[in-house]
């Protein structure tokens, strides 16, 4: 119970300081507001001069009440804090959170050459050549970027324009590299 009832005082203690400090940094605020009024209704260049050295102070001061608030350990106080914390999601800073769900494949339907198609759509990205199962070809990138430069610009082949649509995900699930497409037996 000793050891409980410390703890307790010293969480109290923690939450007082803390709003002992918070209590300076409004009334520091409040000092610092009253000042620059004044110094907008000032016209004597020595008290300006003297009004902007204690602006400076009560800015420097504001700082450091800042900071030692910032010190304190206020999550520590209150076990129930650290629980919701631990519910909240982690950042997600550094890692790709990409919601683009448009498709990056196009089917050129009136072309059935995939050597020829993979030479000429490897300029707008890396790109991968599938036979489609509703026939054509589906080129998949890596980038949706990649893919509307060559929806837009890869119409032309040797003076033969391509037949180009977007790929709806289900054609996707329904081609592989080395196999050839295969009616499903109802």
């Known amino acids: 119970k000793a050891v409980v009832s410390t703890q307790s005082t010293g969480k109290t203690k923690k939450l007082e300081l803390a709003k002992r400090t918070q209590g300076l940094l409004s009334q520091n605020l409040a000092n610092q507001k009253l000042i620059l009024n004044k110094l907008e209704t000032c016209k004597v260049s020595s008290e300006k ?3 902007m050295m204690t602006l400076k102070r009560l800015q420097d001061s504001h700082a450091t009440i800042k900071a030692s608030l910032m010190g304190l350990d ?3 106080i209150s076990s129930g804090d650290r629980k919701r914390k ?3 999601p982690k950042t997600t800073r550094g890692t790709n959170t990409n919601l683009d769900l448009r498709p990056k494949e196009i089917v050129v339907k009136n072309c059935e050459n995939a050597e020829e198609l993979q030479e000429h759509f490897s300029k707008f990205g890396p790109c991968t050549v599938l036979p489609s199962a509703v026939g054509g070809v589906i080129i998949g990138f890596d980038r949706r970027r ?3 430069m060559a929806y837009v610009k890869g119409r032309m082949v040797e003076e033969q ?3 180009i649509e977007w790929n ?3 054609e996707v699930q329904n081609a592989s590299p080395n196999q050839v497409p295969v009616e499903p037996i109802r």
């Open 49 to 51: 001069k003297e009004l």
């Open 74 to 76: 206020l999550e520590s």
């Open 86 to 88: 631990a519910l909240l």
């Open 146 to 148: 990649d893919a509307e």
């Open 161 to 163: 324009e391509l037949e």
């Open 168 to 170: 709806s995900p289900d």
